[in-house]
């Protein structure tokens, strides 16, 4: 008996052992893999939605791009409330706003000391007006981020095209820098024209990103090629529907010097950094206010968030103060309908209803509980080396949906290479009714409305085994299928 006890016992321990050595392989987590985000990286992916504000002398001349010679007493706002744009920013649920503190035309929004084309030497509130003072304390007061563009290309000033040029800017860039931080992200523009001498510049891009990074080691710092964040490579709107984080830029500069806008636009499947693209657009036709333009239609809005946010990218949406150096209602308006789209869209997750199995999962602590919980910091994934997987939701009652989204956990690299989409038919067969292509931060897949019992999601290749935060379908009764079908 007393023989048969210990038997008993050691085969309970061989067993406990066993099991205990399988379940703590099956709960470590992943593996990170290939080039990382930084924690700031993460957080401003997370941002999803900025707001860009164009504002200086183009402002009152009707210009794109100003000459730079334009008075000082041009620019006149006559109502200016930053207060007014952090209400229409919030409204919009946007996280942070950047503001052109100098625009090609070399005006500066602040009294930079080293410049003397600034609102200092204008007329408007005697010379003593400061937009970056105003704006940077409401952001703070509002508690959204504060950035600031600030074009290197500059028609004013008289040292444009020398060496000497260089340490100006860089004089220019710690007047800023010094007075209105935390600055969250410097937005450097590749335009490089002429300046006053007829002259092009040779930028030290390694000394102006230096300079930055020590004043806010947090910023993101954007350029066609970051470091921080990169250029999408166009102003319509819309990042690659393939869309990788990560990009090469040994060998290229900002400017003429960067990849191809196609290359921008996708990112480098093995690419060395990790540099998410940001898609910068206009609720307007111009980057500047004009009388004679108005906001973009709401349809338009959703479907550059699709292609935006939707495709692993920030948005960050030009929204133009008026003369007065407020944001027309019109425009205020078309955010707050915009946001409340969003929310309507977005409010109810259908996978909630469903029941999931999966094939590969990592264990409990990484099952596909996690994929529905709004938590990003907790995921399912698989087993380490298992780079496929399937994800089958199956429901009692029929969901009518048209949207479907996908979140990756960065924080341990951006992974998944394709993935298909199945729905479960009328006559009881798995149809396939999307192939595509990468995931990243989120990625939301537009399909035509569709009513079924179940759904699966094909993990075909994954760099390493997949991790995936989130997965959820909406329906999107804003657009109608047509509206969507290009995208
Ligand atoms: C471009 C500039 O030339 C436009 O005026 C605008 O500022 C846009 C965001 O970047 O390169």
Redesign the pocket.
Known sequence: MQKRTSNSLTLFSIIAIVSSFVLSCDVQPPLPYGPLPTPSQVAWQQMEMNMFC?FGPNTFSGN??GDGTEAEDLFAPTQLDCHQWVAVAQQAGMKGIIL?AK??DGFCLWPNPCSQHTVAQSSWRNGKGDVLKELSNACHEGQLAFGIYISPWDRNDPTYGTPEYNQQFLATLSSAHDHYGPIFEQWF???NGEGPNGKKQTYDWEKFNNLVLEKHPQALIFSDIGPGCRWVGNESGAAGRTCWSTLDIDGFTPGAGAPSTDTLNQGNRNGTHWIPAET?VSIRDG?FYRPSEHPKSLKTLLRIYYTSVGRNSLLLLNVPPDTRGLIPAEDSIRLVELRKALNDIFAQNLLLRGTFISEHARGRRFGTSHLTDQDYNTYYATREGQTNDLIEVSFTQPVTFNRVVLQEYIPLGQRIERFHIEILDNDGKWKTVATETTVGYKRIVILPTLTTNGIRIFIDQSRACPVLSEMGLYYDKYLTDSEVSNL
Do not use: I, K, Y
Request: aromatic share 18%; glycine share 10%.
């Open positions: 164009h794109e791009w052109t625009h090609h523009d590749g335009a910068d980057w």
